[in-house]
């Protein structure tokens, strides 16, 4: 976006002014993504973000610490399910088949429930990428956290930007191995942390972590924590922004979810160009009214952590993480210059102030907004009345496939069933099979004495599959007025009298048939 | 070759010297990532072959110093799954047959091994679902020729039918037509007194000749009114099931060459717990008395 703006007429840049201070350390470096001077076959060019100070910087802490929080805590947080089941508030029971989340506990066939959270996740996404840009990418995205954590621990060791290129390009020495070497043990550290705590979800935490510890856990769950190991050290500590650059889709796909209205991280060049060192005049004072605000100090630069210039624009590279903001916030400060060079901004609003409107709003009620938030109220809405009438209670009836009927040698026609009932309760029930809308009938099954009635006991949370026969005698095969019939098993709850029906069909030869 | 570097005018990239016809190769090296992928490849290799069996030798192969073989892991994962389903195993061989349908899970495994175990040895003559062919009976049904209860089940699989083992379920019906025990016209008359046992007959003439012929020949077996004896694997002749048919034709085919199919033992092939679970599952199919 280039269009010429008349830096005049932005707010706060008080034309004509003068100031004194240019006290500025300016860096000699380009920006290692330009799309300028792109190679297809280049290689990587190492990244030294600079640490930043200001409010988005704290910003970012704080999302770090509350995400890392929720990571490595959740699984150790308790939740009282009754005796017979696990007390993990989170836990992805593989060899139980069941998900428990707090109060949620979702059965293999209930998976819709995890589609419809990944649903609601997705179009928050796009609402809030529609509403105020890369937010994801820039704060919340684990790619963005990890490589944070890994830039920061980097940092601790080899100091900053500065003193990183310093170290790189010395000459190998006892010091240099040393600080390189804790660099790699700690980020290794921090991917076996990563990828341990990662298996925490999939058993108990308290139980796996006293396994982990004395070499007696699944080979699966050493297996997990490798490769988390290795991916959170690989993704996190090497490859860092080239897995948002290189391997992510998402850069490809939010330009589809941004307008104009969208607030993003942009370098106000209508107020900042024509750009260059700032030089003070015979009167020992900087004359602001002839040229920008921007004295090409690239503190905007050196701190972005994927390698571009803010000042080319918008770009696919940027994340919006708003440091170079941060930066430039800092340098406006010493040179006594209004703040916000770099600020999130629409370009509607950078349009509107080039006409000299300067109070054009933010527009956050919009088509595509409005649009975004019906789809997610919408899906919000189905999956609380999915969950409200989630049964505790369910039959599931299998028809026999081969043979589909069998004659009996009293002339009657004999249906097997395999019959599941899911008892979704933390208490074992017991509940009583029927036969409806097949008069006539007789229904029997494996394990049961004959003409009893038919009554089964269902564990806590568990499924029971019963294998059951459907009988209709040669007398009532005049009433089944078609080869397939249509009839319905029931179950009922004996203390609580709750019911749940499942249709099938009753298979006979044609017109009763004889061999 | 040159032994200076030569750079090309056009692209300003160096050249190998190679040069045919005028035209000079450019120096464009393998990518290192592709590199490196393929040294790593040939030291896996190295690896590979020092590990695991890997060249024929004259009288058979290198066994690789892990001395792995898909034939042991398989024998080791039969052995595994043996030792998982352990104490199932224990407790079905311990249990008395009339007692497994008392303990559910214990069911459920009986059924499941011998539902695996029916499909590997059973299906091939009587059918993926049991339901049997001409000749072959259908087990799902309640008509048993050698009885359906739980140890007459077991008896006929440990045993078979006419298989030559000592302790064989056997009967042998006359073959009445092929060795000229009765005439064409008897046979006819005595296979329609068997089709009004299910009041099927149309010449009441013939019936009460075949009565008489019926009562002489077949009701030793079959008992006076046909009903079919349990213990000599005489079918039941007044019921809807008909193992080779019950059409009249099928009927004086059946008198005419005489019937009596055969079963192997299986006692000795199969272990005594698959046995086991083999008759429970039979005996579940629907038809158990």
Request: hydrophobic share 40%; net charge neutral; proline share 5%.
């Amino acid at each position: 976006m280039t269009t010429v703006l008349d830096r005049r007429n932005v707010p706060g840049a008080k034309p004509g002014a003068r100031t004194d201070s240019v006290d500025v350390e300016a860096h000699d470096v380009a920006a290692v993504n330009r799309a300028a001077d792109r190679q297809l076959y280049a290689a990587r060019q190492k990244i030294y973000p600079r640490l930043a100070h200001g409010r988005f910087r704290m910003v970012k802490w704080i999302v770090m610490a509350v995400a890392l929080a929720i990571y490595y805590g959740l699984p150790w947080l308790r939740w009282d399910r009754g005796p017979d089941l696990p007390d993990q508030a989170v836990l992805l029971d593989m060899a139980h088949n069941r998900f428990f989340f707090f109060f949620l506990e979702i059965w293999p066939q209930e998976f819709y429930f995890v589609t419809g959270l990944l649903v609601l996740a997705a179009l928050t996404l796009f609402l809030v990428t529609s509403i105020a840009g890369r937010v994801w990418c820039g704060y919340a995205c684990p790619q963005t956290v990890w490589t944070d954590l890994m830039v920061a621990v980097e940092r601790l060791w080899q100091g900053d930007r500065n003193a990183r290129i310093r170290l790189d390009k010395e000459p190998w020495s006892i010091r240099k191995i040393f600080l390189k070497a804790m660099t790699h043990v700690s980020w290794l550290l921090i991917g076996l942390v990563t990828g341990g705590a990662l298996v925490f979800y999939f058993r108990d935490a308290p139980t796996l972590a006293a396994e982990l510890a004395t070499g007696t856990a699944p080979a699966i769950a050493y297996l997990f924590l490798g490769i988390f190991a290795a991916t959170t050290y690989l993704l996190g500590g090497i490859a860092r922004e080239q897995v948002c650059i290189y391997m992510c889709p998402w850069p490809r796909i939010q330009g589809a979810m941004t307008d104009s209205h969208t607030l993003l991280v942009s370098y106000r060049t209508e107020r900042g160009e024509p750009r260059g060192p700032a030089r003070k005049g015979a009167d020992g004072l900087v004359d602001w009214s002839t040229r920008g605000d921007c004295i090409d100090c690239k503190a905007c630069v050196v701190v972005c952590p994927t390698g571009i210039d803010i000042r080319d624009g918008s770009q696919l590279e940027c994340i919006q993480c708003a440091l170079c903001i941060d930066a430039c916030n800092e340098i406006m400060d010493k040179i006594k210059r209004p703040r916000g060079l770099i600020a999130y901004d629409t370009i509607a609003k950078r349009e509107a102030s080039a006409r000299g409107i300067t109070h054009e709003p933010v527009q956050l009620l919009r088509p595509r907004t409005l649009l975004y938030f019906a789809m997610i109220a919408l899906v919000g809405i189905v999956m609380l009345v999915a969950l409200w009438n989630r049964t505790t209670l369910e039959l599931n009836v299998l028809h026999d496939r081969n043979p589909p009927f069998v004659r009996l040698s009293e002339g009657g026609i004999r249906n097997g069933f395999t019959v599941k009932i899911l008892n979704k309760l933390h208490e074992p029930r017991t509940f009583a099979l029927a036969l409806k809308d097949l008069p006539g009938a007789a229904l029997s099954m494996v394990g049961a004495e004959p003409g009893s009635a038919l009554q089964v006991t269902v564990p806590t949370n568990t499924l029971r599959e019963l294998r059951v026969f459907v009988t209709v005698p040669r007398d009532g095969l005049g009433q089944l007025r078609d080869a397939s019939t249509n009839f319905a098993f029931e179950v009922r709850d004996i203390s609580s009298g709750q019911t749940t029906r499942r249709g099938t069909l009753f298979q006979a030869p044609e017109h009763g048939e004889r061999p | 070759m040159s032994d200076k570097r030569e750079i090309d005018d056009v692209t300003g990239v160096e050249t190998t010297g190679h040069a045919w016809d005028g035209i000079k190769e450019l120096n464009k090296p393998l990518p290192k990532w592709w590199l490196m992928t393929f040294y790593a490849s040939i030291v896996w290799a190295i690896g590979y072959m020092i590990v695991y069996p890997a060249w024929p030798t004259l009288n058979g192969y290198t066994k690789g110093v892990w001395g792995y073989s898909q034939r042991a892991a398989v024998s080791n994962e039969v052995q595994g799954a043996k030792a998982a389903q352990a104490t199932f195993r224990t407790a079905l061989e311990k249990t008395p047959l009339a007692e497994v349908k008392n303990d559910p899970d214990l069911l459920r495994f009986a059924m499941v091994g011998g539902a695996a175990a029916f499909a590997t040895n059973c299906a091939p003559c009587h059918g993926r679902g049991a339901q049997g062919f001409a000749g072959y009976p259908n087990l799902n049904d309640d008509d048993w020729l050698w009885g359906g209860t739980l140890p007459e089940i077991e008896t006929t699989i440990l045993y078979g039918i006419r298989s030559g083992d000592k302790q064989s379920r056997i009967s042998d019906m006359p073959k009445y037509g092929v060795d000229g025990i009765l005439q064409t016209s008897e046979i006819d008359d005595a296979a329609e007194f068997v089709l009004s046992l299910t009041k099927r007959a149309t010449d009441t003439a013939a019936v009460g000749r075949g009565a008489k012929i019926f009562a002489d020949q077949c009701a030793s077996c079959h008992g006076a009114e046909g009903k079919g004896n349990p213990e000599l694997g005489a079918p039941n002749l007044t019921d809807d099931i008909w193992l080779f048919g019950g059409r009249k034709a099928d009927i004086v085919q059946s008198i005419f060459t005489g019937r009596g199919g055969s079963m192997p033992a299986w006692h000795g092939r199969l272990d005594a717990v698959t046995l086991k679970s083999l008759g429970i599952y039979v005996h579940s199919l629907g038809g158990g008395k």
